[in-house]
């Protein structure tokens, strides 16, 4: 590895040499492009002297590095997150309240609690499993719209602040509404909270297009 590292260095010099500004021989590079590197515009120029694959993946791991940096894709990252967890914990919440009060859906689920005709009274429904299993089905509605729209809106340049309040709007309402459906909350508590999440994705996506739109 030592060597093999030396020889690349070795080569490395050898050819800027050759390149360097004022060299004999050297090629005017073309309009647009790098001296040291014949990709137009390249960012690296080192990646002339490395092979195409990896010169490649170093200009890959740049744009990654740039994005991890860009705060507004971090916040959305953060805050999608949240909402996904909470959309994950309804599912197991269903199974838990289907146990726990004897309510299944399908005829195998209940071989555990009896047999035949003894089984047959636990295919039913129940509010509490009906209610964390539409609040579930309404997570999914929602969020994975915020989800889409959300990514390419965060990618489009906005303004952090503005970013956070959708962001945080959102979740918010999200959260908000579980608990409105789940305790339940007397009407128009679940309204307002679906309708907020649901302007807040239609904001976004109206902002996406206003600044960013190529029809």
Not at 71 to 81: K, M
Not at 119 to 125: C, G, P, Q, S
Not at 127 to 152: C, K, M, Q, S, W
Request: proline share 7%; aromatic share 12%.
């Amino acid at each position: 590895m030592v060597g093999g590292r030396e020889a690349f260095f070795k080569r490395w010099r050898k050819i800027n040499r050759k390149l360097a500004p004022g060299s004999a021989g050297r090629v005017p590079p073309a309009r647009g492009q790098s001296p040291l590197c014949p990709a137009p515009r390249c960012p690296h120029g080192f990646a002339a002297f490395l092979p195409l694959g990896f010169a490649t993946k170093i200009e890959k791991m740049a744009d990654l590095t740039e994005l991890m940096q860009n705060e507004v894709f971090l916040a959305f990252a953060s805050y999608a997150t949240i909402v996904l967890l909470k959309m994950m914990l309804l599912g197991p919440a269903t199974g838990f309240y289907r146990i726990t009060r004897k309510a299944f859906a399908n005829p195998e689920d209940c071989a555990s609690f009896g047999k035949g005709e003894d089984a047959k009274k636990y295919l039913r429904t129940e509010d509490r499993v009906e209610r964390t299993r539409r609040a579930h089905l309404n997570d999914l509605e929602n969020i994975v719209p915020f989800l889409g729209i959300g990514l390419l809106y965060s990618l489009s340049g906005p303004d952090l602040s503005t970013a956070l309040l959708h962001f945080r709007l959102f979740v918010g309402a999200r959260i908000y509404h579980s608990i409105a459906y789940l305790m339940p909350l007397p009407q128009p508590n679940r309204a307002l909270a679906f309708y907020v999440g649901y302007g807040v994705i239609f904001s976004m996506a109206y902002r996406l297009l206003k600044s960013k739109l190529y029809l």
